[in-house]
């Protein structure tokens, strides 16, 4: 009887470019890890309380990221939305626990600036989200769990979304909104989107879908809304009292302005400044005070507080004729 022949076991040979792609997971695991050192001090675990009848009471939880060591705090505004909590708790990775208080909050923009007691905090350091590219790595750091962080690593998958928001009656689009695929777990909200280089180029907002999140950005815009909630507390935005939406410019327009688009006015609220000035429904507005407006996110940056009360020249179309009005706006009311 024939012996059985012993096959011995051969280890397939590794592709050519194995070194390669083991360099380049390890370089990537750098990446995050450095990033994620160096922001996990700066991102608390945020535990915000109203008063109830039995004392001070839950209202709320996310994360926060540190601005500047004497205790400023940024975060979402939805984190500190409710029955006016105005108290809270932040905890760090070290395990220390300061109460803050709520300077002020913009849910126009989803942003929150908060107080805690402390002088020796770990500031992060902001970047700019208009630098982002599709692709780009992204790392999400959050604190749901107070002294357990929360790290995950995506890349830019959209830039340009918009969101829109709500105060009172008053509803707008937060503009230029960052996505990501870098997952997001409950109790992030508030938390730092962080480029590679550990700079915070987004404030974690919401989910979007499986494998989606959202996260306001910041840019000069957003440090706009922050610097206004450092000084007084809340935002003041004019307001002229249109619903509108984009619109194609007719080519005797598109000559003239050198522009594709303008924004059309689809209506008027009553006893608004709008009204007051003159517009109608399919007015389509180009200018405003000589700064070009091809969407509704040109108006909305234009109505800065420092417009509340004074006049503004409003270019637009109707009928095929070039019109400018003057026209007065008002504060936009958020109540």
Known sequence: MASATEIPFQQEPEPPDAD???????AYS?????????????????????RGRGGQVP??????????????????????????????????VDGREFSFD?????PLSDLALLRAD?????????GDAESLRPGQLVV???????????????????????????????????????????????????GALADSAARVVGVNTAVAGIGLGLAVPINVATRHVIGQLMS??????????IAGGPRPLPPGGRRRFGARTGVEVVEVVDDSPAQ???????????????????????????MVADRIGATVAVTLLRGGRTLTLELVPAELPTG
């Open 118 to 126: 402390a002088s020796d905090l770990v500031p992060a350091t902001l």
């Open 102 to 106: 709520i300077v002020g909050a913009d």
């Open 20 to 26: 390669g792609e083991r360099a380049a997971l390890d």
């Open 140 to 190: 999400a750091i959050g604190n749901p769990n107070g002294f357990a962080g929360s790290v995950t690593a995506g890349v830019v998958s959209g830039l340009g979304r918009s969101l829109p928001a709500r105060a009172g009656r008053a509803v707008r689009v937060i503009d230029n909104v960052i996505q990501t695929d870098a997952a997001l777990n409950p109790g992030n909200s508030g």
């Open 276 to 302: 007051r000035a003159g517009l109608r429904a399919e007015d389509l507005i180009v200018e405003v005070d000589g700064s070009a407006v091809t969407g509704v996110a040109d108006l909305q940056r234009l």
């Open 232 to 241: 007084t507390g809340r935002v003041r935005r004019a307001y002229l009292g």
């Open 30 to 50: 750098r990446t995050v890890v450095g990033v994620a050192e160096a922001l996990s001090p700066s991102v608390a675990n945020l535990r915000v309380t109203r």
């Open 59 to 92: 209202a709320g939880a996310g994360s926060g990221v540190v601005l500047t060591p004497d205790g400023f705090l940024l975060t979402s505004a939805h984190v500190v939305s409710g029955r006016s909590p105005r108290r809270g708790h932040a905890t760090f």
